[in-house]
């Protein structure tokens, strides 16, 4: 079956900017988290939703947000971009009933921010 | 927030057996220990994951520590292809905390 799929791949942004990404789950998985993966910090945890609710969040500014739809499809925005916030960002998805839940991730959406 | 520690880079010939170790030394009852790997400019792979039992699959095999604040990812026979950063992962309320991870660099 189909994986995580996500969109647009790669983006070059301007500072001030606001972009939006956006998250297709595996089918039939209820959970979508989504992280931020830099040189310098690594990968964090942005937020997780399940079921159209947040059930989590990383440490991030309020400029980080995220919904989730009824299909289970999630889109996270970014508002006022920042240099700093050239990353990959990166969505993954489960049945998430439990934290043991396996956790699949996409390729990843490249934002450039110039 | 709790966060795993492993070894920063590890060297295997290849078609020998690797150990990546990692400390989880805050791991609570419930949280799971999950390992993913990741190649260059791709999302990061599942390999295996386990809570208290050693864990086999057709990749890699887990073995958890009896007081659990352990574990290591076992590859049987190291290829080319397992060349990759490795995570370690504490799993609890439904958010994975990614450490450093491990580069494993597979020599011909």
């Known amino acids: 079956k189909a994986g995580v799929t996500q969109t647009p791949r790669y983006l070059i942004k301007t500072r001030g900017q606001q972009v939006t990404l956006s998250c297709s789950p595996i089918s039939g998985h209820r959970s979508v988290s989504w992280y931020q993966q830099t040189p310098g910090q690594g990968l964090q945890f942005l937020f997780e939703y399940f079921s159209e609710t947040q059930r989590n969040k990383g440490n991030f500014p309020g400029r980080f947000s995220g919904r989730q739809f009824s299909n289970s499809r999630s889109e996270m925005n970014v508002s006022t971009l920042e240099l700093g916030d050239s990353a990959l960002y990166l969505c993954?998805?489960?049945?998430?009933?439990?934290?043991?839940?396996?956790?699949?991730f996409g390729e990843g959406s490249w934002l450039t921010v110039v | 927030d709790a966060k795993t520690t492993q070894p920063n880079s590890m060297e295997s010939n290849e078609e020998e057996p690797v150990h990546l170790p990692c400390n989880h030394s805050?791991?609570?009852?419930?949280?799971?220990i999950h390992w993913y790997r990741q190649l260059p400019s791709q999302g990061p792979e599942y390999v295996i994951h386990?809570?208290?039992s050693n864990v086999n699959n057709r990749m890699a095999s887990l073995a958890i520590a009896e007081d659990r604040k352990s574990s290591t990812l076992i590859l049987h026979r190291a290829t080319l292809r397992d060349a990759a950063v490795y995570y370690c992962?504490?799993?609890?309320?439904?958010?994975?905390?990614f450490g450093t991870g491990t580069r494993l660099k597979v020599l011909a």
């Open positions: 386990g809570l208290t």
């Open positions: 992962i504490q799993s609890g309320t439904y958010k994975y905390i």
């Open positions: 993954a998805s489960s049945l998430g009933r439990s934290s043991g839940n396996t956790i699949y």
């Open positions: 805050t791991i609570s009852g419930t949280d799971y």
